[in-house]
């Protein structure tokens, strides 16, 4: 059962799908059930990838069901362009939706999202927290789900100096509120630690949700369910209970190692403020921070994880009540990395591998096996086909790109290798720059929009694993061949004409 293969291993992975196998639905449609669990600015901050601080026993026990991924990668570090990503089984670079207020449906309108996939094959799909990015000019998808999407808040504050009870820029963001200038509102706080109870915040509302939706979906045995559920911390602000906060030693927590440019890289391709700036009480130069501010900040983020992972949990707990760990699916997913203060960067962003590298976790019963983790380069672009493959869907065919490849291989035998490098991609500066990460190298080709040169980094993580210094003009022949790559795939496409707001 769940629990007991659970906390009998355990093991690392940050995005979670569960599937469920079991023979809740007759013998008539034993098909799976699929749980997409997406967790947002998610990186391997967890116990099952390593990480000595953490406190994540409930993605740990996960881990310890199925396979960890320890080379996952998003295509964007970017909340709404990773979630379109994962929804349509598309590149940015293949669709050209790389930023905030791009709308699918008017490039694709007969595209077919992976819910879609699902529920054209007869599944009922529901969704819940954040799943889309609703905000900054987007919203929700309808045609994905079969009934209205169940949306709670990102930006939420519970003490009332956090935000003097006043609409601030992140809120208005969040929830497209576009009547008054967003630099004429004021910032709230980065974090907040009061002494409530779980679903005093979203997380814990949505968990609550969650349950509910999936007793009731456990009664109807004629029709498989695909239930995705989004939490949203650690997105700032770190609006977590206190007794989240109260798990870590604030002085024993890891502070960033390398806070510096790498030596010989493009300035653009450094984040520098931004995101991090649009609460208080932080510097708008990021380069002035104390470590005081810091370790509050990695604090933060730290409580905000084990927060999450509290709530997930509660939802894996009521599988196994309901006795549908067996015939489920389910994959954890986190939708980009995030910067805590290395090359002196915070949030996203960027083309570096701490924006980047996501964890992904697939639980598939009768497929994967406990406790399993493999070093193949996978991207969020390839969990589509995949859990198309394990329900036993047809191969996604669709109007828009499809440029994931199906993971089952992998899935069943760890070490097979089915790609030979995972592709990202980031506008900054006025370049786009495409990137391909190797098991040991990473290549970033800068090109620009009009004026300037191609420009180039090139990171070797066998031998500089922080990212200190740009080999593109030391390593020639590497550079050589990891173009050589890259020129493999398809030219990018321009950014999609925004909505105007």
């Known amino acids: 059962m769940f629990n007991t293969l659970i906390r009998t291993s355990f093991g690392p992975f940050f995005v979670i799908l569960i599937v469920l196998t079991g023979s809740v639905w007759g013998e008539s449609d034993n098909r799976p059930n699929v749980l997409l669990l997406l967790v947002d600015d998610l990186k391997p901050t967890l116990g099952c990838y390593g990480d000595e601080v953490a406190v994540s026993p409930n993605i740990d026990r996960l881990a310890a069901m199925g396979m960890r991924f320890d080379l996952a990668y998003c295509n964007q570090s970017v909340c709404m362009a990773s979630r379109y990503n994962l929804m349509l089984g598309s590149r940015s670079s293949s669709t050209g939706f790389y930023s905030f207020g791009t709308q699918f449906r008017e490039v694709y ?10 529920t054209n094959h007869g599944y009922v799909a529901h969704s819940m927290g954040k799943v889309f990015h609703i905000g900054h000019g987007n919203t929700n998808d309808d045609a994905s789900w079969s009934v209205p999407h169940l949306k709670d808040k990102v930006i939420e504050y519970l003490v009332p100096e956090s935000n003097h009870r006043q609409l601030t820029r992140e809120e208005a963001l969040f929830t497209n509120e576009f009547s008054k200038p967003i ?41 498989p369910f695909f239930l995705a559920v989004g939490f949203v911390r650690p997105h700032l602000p770190f609006s977590a209970p206190k007794k989240y906060w109260d798990m870590y030693d604030r002085d024993s927590l890891p502070m960033p190692e390398f806070e510096e440019a790498p030596e010989g890289a493009p300035e653009f391709a450094v984040k520098r403020g931004g995101e991090i700036t649009a609460f208080k009480p932080v510097p708008t130069d990021t380069a002035v921070f104390q470590d005081d501010l810091k370790r509050d900040l990695i604090h933060g983020y730290y409580a905000s994880v084990s927060y999450m992972d509290a709530q997930l949990g509660r939802v894996l707990d009521e599988l196994e009540k309901l006795g549908l760990v067996d015939n489920t699916i389910i994959l954890l997913w986190g939708d980009h990395g995030w910067h805590l203060g290395d090359h002196g960067s915070w949030t996203k962003h960027s083309n570096h591998e701490q924006a980047n590298r996501i964890p992904i976790i697939i639980y598939a019963p009768g497929v994967t096996k406990s406790g399993t983790r493999t070093r193949q380069l996978v991207e ?3 969990i589509y086909p995949t859990l198309a493959s394990l329900a036993g ?15 089952t291989p992998v899935l069943e035998e760890p070490k097979k290798r089915i790609r030979e490098y995972a592709y990202h991609a980031y506008k900054r500066g006025g370049y786009l720059g495409r990137a ?14 009009s004026v300037g040169k191609t420009e180039y980094e090139l990171y070797d993580y066998e031998k500089d694993p922080l ?18 790559l890259l020129d493999q795939e398809p030219k990018a496409k321009k950014q999609v004409e925004k909505r105007r707001r």
Do not use: C
Request: cysteine-free.
């Open 380 to 382: 969020t672009v390839d």
């Open 393 to 407: 869907l047809s191969k996604p065919a669709a109007p828009q790109p499809i440029d994931g490849v199906d993971l």
């Open 467 to 484: 990212e200190t210094i740009n080999f593109a003009d030391s390593k020639p022949d590497v550079l050589a061949r990891m173009i050589k």
């Open 183 to 223: 630099r004429s509102l004021p910032r709230g706080a980065a974090w907040e630690s009061p002494d409530v109870l779980d679903e005093a915040y979203a997380d814990g509302r949505i968990a609550t949700h969650a349950i509910d939706r999936l007793r009731s979906l456990s009664q109807d045995s004629d029709q």
């Open 436 to 449: 391909i990460r190797t098991e040991r190298y990473r290549l970033v080709q800068w090109e620009p929009h």
């Open 109 to 118: 309108p007969d595209a077919i999202t992976l819910p879609q996939h699902f």
